[in-house]
C-alpha cells in the first residue's frame, strides 16, 4: 500500500507522457524550419489566441502558482496590484506597440533599437536583457524543480537538468512555433489546475 505523500504510478505516468508531448512537438515542428523567418517567427502565422495563451503562460510560471500564494499569504495582498494593471497596460500593447513592430517587419525589438539608435544601444540593451533574463531563468527553473524533487523523490540536480534540457530540445528543434504551442498547453494546465482546486476547495 503506498503512503500518503507517495507520487505513485498514475502520477508518473502522467508526468512523463506529459514530458514525452513536450518532445512531441518540438519534434514533429522541427520539419517546418527551412528559414530564420520560420525559427524565429513561426512564418508569422501563428493564430492569434495561441500567441495570447503563450504569452499568459510565459509571465505565469510555477513561481506565480507557489511562490506567489506564499508571499501573499506570510506578507500582505499589495502584490494584487499586478493583476489590477496588467488589463490596463494590455490595451497600449495591443493597439499602440504591437502594430508598430509588425509594420517594421523587424524580427526583435533589438533590431529596431538598432536601426534606431545604432549598434551599440542594440548590444548595450541586449546584455542587460540577457542579464535580466538569467537571473529570472534561474529562479523559474529552481523552484518547480525543487518542488517536482519534493513530491516525487527525483535528484534536485537531476530535476534542474530534466526541466532545462527539455526546454532546450524542444525550443531548438521547432523554433518559436514549439515555444508558442507548448506554451499554449502549458496555459490550459494551469489554468485547468487552478480551476479543478477552486472547485475543490468550494
Request: proline letters at 2%; hydrophobic letters at 55%.
Amino acid at each position: 500500500m503506498e503512503s500518503q505523500f507517495s507520487f505513485g504510478t498514475l502520477n508518473y505516468l502522467i508526468l512523463f507522457s506529459y514530458l514525452a508531448l513536450m518532445l512531441g512537438i518540438g519534434f514533429r515542428l522541427s520539419r517546418r524550419q527551412t528559414s530564420t523567418e520560420e525559427y524565429f517567427l513561426a512564418g508569422r502565422r501563428m493564430p492569434w489566441f495561441i500567441v495570447a495563451l503563450s504569452m499568459f503562460a510565459s509571465v505565469t510560471s510555477a513561481i506565480t502558482y507557489i511562490g506567489v500564494a506564499g508571499t501573499v499569504y506570510a506578507e500582505n495582498t499589495s502584490i494584487v496590484l499586478a493583476a489590477i494593471i496588467s488589463p490596463l497596460v494590455t490595451p497600449f500593447l495591443i493597439y499602440l506597440f504591437y502594430p508598430f513592430y509588425r509594420r517594421l517587419k523587424v524580427t526583435t525589438s533589438y533590431e529596431y533599437i538598432q536601426r534606431r539608435y545604432g549598434d551599440g544601444a542594440r548590444y548595450a540593451v541586449s546584455v542587460l536583457f540577457l542579464f535580466a533574463r538569467l537571473g529570472w531563468l534561474g529562479t523559474v527553473i529552481y523552484v518547480p524543480a525543487l518542488t517536482l524533487s519534493v513530491v516525487t523523490g527525483i535528484n534536485l540536480t537531476l530535476a534542474i537538468l530534466l526541466m532545462g534540457i527539455l526546454a532546450t530540445v524542444y525550443t531548438v528543434l521547432g523554433g518559436l512555433a514549439a515555444v508558442l504551442w507548448t506554451d499554449a498547453l502549458q496555459f490550459v494546465i494551469l489554468i485547468g489546475g487552478a480551476l479543478w482546486v477552486a472547485l475543490e476547495l468550494i
